[in-house]
């Protein structure tokens, strides 16, 4: 029910948008998160909008490069990706919490997609 896609290879510096396709009523009213998880570390927090768009949450280390929004009427989310650097490589989930209030905290989050690969190498 969770799709996210987008991910590729990109050079430190450019840029990369995220999607995340959502199916069925749950989500349109759910908050969504992006995590990810690099190898040897665990899945960390990335951000978080609520299920209107109204309020968003970033990790201190994507806070102004990336931009979470949602598009309810596609069911779909977002991450914007700018100014990348070799340290956000990783596989890059969404996610949903189930309830409309955003949450950075990963045990609330209910459903999972399966994540989406980026690399940024020179």
């Known amino acids: 029910q969770l799709q996210a896609f987008g991910g590729g290879l990109v050079q430190p510096g450019d840029s990369l948008r995220l999607s995340c396709a959502t199916s069925?009523?749950?989500?349109?009213?759910?908050?969504m998160g992006w995590f990810r998880q690099a190898p040897g570390k665990e899945r960390e927090f990335v951000s978080s909008i609520n299920w209107s768009g109204g309020t968003t949450d970033y990790a201190d280390s994507v806070k102004g490069r990336f931009t979470i929004s949602r598009d309810n009427a596609k069911n779909t989310v977002y991450l914007q990706m700018n100014s990348l650097l070799s340290e956000d490589t990783a596989v890059y989930y969404c996610a949903a919490t189930g309830l409309p209030y955003s949450t950075s905290r990963r045990s609330e989050y209910r459903y999972w997609g399966q994540g989406t690969q980026v690399t940024v190498s020179s």
């Open positions: 069925g009523r749950t989500f349109s009213s759910s908050a």
